[in-house]
């Protein structure tokens, strides 16, 4: 039986909002659907299915949004295409980046409804933090993304389209050329296409929302990015995180078969049920054994648990030996990735102290699991983990017309 409220997910279909141009946006689809889409425009079987693998290639493997520089499909079918299709992205309403390098992106969807993205840079890898929803149901009462209300699911565009928004950011489309139709000549100076090094080498699905709760898109935008002829990032780099959807767990595993990372942060119903309200509909026990079920976890794939450092609340030397004891008890292959809590206005919550995280963490190593103490980023823009919450809580218009009065007379 369903838990009423915030725990449980908000049905919030997503009608796409006709362009008023007439054409249709690409961007989010895969092979078949781009074929269905030029059968309908009128194209036979065979061209159909011949140019959305061309198309396919150019979307996600080269990042091209137009239709004209496609070199390897005649000038009229360029046209043609052009005319009635259009690849678009996500309108970045602000771009932020932090003194350590994290960029943060605002963005804006054709409805008009605000979610974020972020970036993170390493010396070995480029994360990519990605968000599902905007808003999100599940109201975890340390994190900032859980105080706003859930407006709807992301579509697989709006997914795939932070991942392409990101790889345009930071200039990492292949360049060159590619071999050209029969009636085309190549340009002889222009560079020879080659696939470049990679800033962006890893997604996280750790943005807005909860994965599991927008499963089908989830699924279907990661499908995308997997594919060889598009994105083609290694599923092995990529880690879908869940604050314990455990029906969809499984299903997760089998469709999907990425990384799972959970978000746990606590080992005591009393405490997990306060700070991870989804606890009250599936347990400790139940989250924890649906992980020893993850098909997909091996000792070269371990489970990630993920746990938020809060002072005095689930912290003590009591917690770090439960921790060791639920993850050994369950034969977990597991690391745990220790979050010193992130503030952000009105928080509930203090951080635990460094001394207290270190100890608390020792306990864990001594026990032979890895529980590595993560390094804040993007604080200073909102933008590590527990901070996202987009401007998609729109203010009223009396508050509009107060903050405008304000500046008037701060400009004097």
Not at 36 to 46: P, R
Not at 171 to 198: C, T
Not at 289 to 308: G, H, K, L, M, W
Not at 358 to 379: M, Q, V
């Amino acid at each position: 039986m369903q838990i009423p409220g915030h725990i449980d997910p908000v049905p919030v279909p997503r009608a796409v909002t006709p362009r008023e141009d007439g054409r249709i946006d690409l961007l989010g689809l895969n092979k078949a659907q781009i074929r269905d889409c030029l059968a309908e425009a009128g194209l036979d079987a065979k061209q159909a299915k011949l140019r959305s693998k061309q198309l396919f290639h150019w979307l996600y493997h080269r990042g091209e949004t137009d239709f004209l520089v496609m070199t390897d499909l005649a000038k009229p079918m360029r046209l043609w295409m052009a005319e009635r299709f259009v690849v678009g992205r996500p309108q970045v309403v602000e771009a932020q980046v932090s003194t350590d390098g994290t960029r943060k992106w605002l963005l804006r969807s054709d409805d008009g409804q605000d979610y974020e993205m972020v970036f993170i840079p390493d010396a070995d890898r480029g994360t990519l933090c990605v968000s599902s929803q905007v808003g999100c149901t599940l109201n975890c009462r340390f994190c900032h993304t859980g105080t706003m209300r859930l407006v709807r699911n992301l579509t697989p565009g709006e997914i795939v389209g932070q991942v392409m928004l990101a790889r345009d950011a930071l200039g990492e489309w292949p360049k060159g050329n590619m071999a050209a139709s029969n009636d085309e000549e190549e340009d002889e100076d222009a560079p020879q296409y080659q696939a470049d090094g990679r800033m962006l080498t890893n997604i996280v699905m750790m943005g807005m929302g909860e994965p599991l709760y927008n499963f089908e898109h989830v699924r279907d935008a990661l499908k995308i990015v997997m594919d060889g002829d598009g994105l083609s990032l290694s599923r092995r780099r990529i880690t879908l995180s869940t604050s314990g959807v455990v029906p969809m767990m499984a299903r997760a595993a089998d469709e999907i078969g990425v990384n799972l990372a959970v978000s746990l942060h606590a080992v005591t119903k009393e405490i997990r049920d306060e700070i991870v309200p989804i606890n009250r509909k599936y347990g400790i026990e139940e989250l924890l054994q649906a992980c020893a079920d993850y098909p997909r976890a091996s000792n070269a794939r371990r489970i990630t648990f993920e746990y938020v450092m809060l002072k005095d609340k689930n912290d003590s030397d009591a917690d770090a030996r439960e921790l060791v004891r639920l993850i050994k008890h369950y034969k977990l292959p597991a690391k745990v990735n220790l979050i010193p809590f992130n503030p952000w206005p009105g928080a509930l919550y203090e951080c635990s102290s460094p001394e207290r995280i270190r100890a608390f963490s020792n306990l864990i190593f001594k026990a032979g699991i890895s529980a590595p103490i993560r390094t804040p980023r993007g604080r200073d823009i909102m933008a590590a983990c527990g901070q996202l919450k987009s401007a998609s809580e729109k203010k009223s218009r009396a508050e509009l017309d107060r903050l405008a009065e304000e500046k008037q007379a701060a400009l004097g």
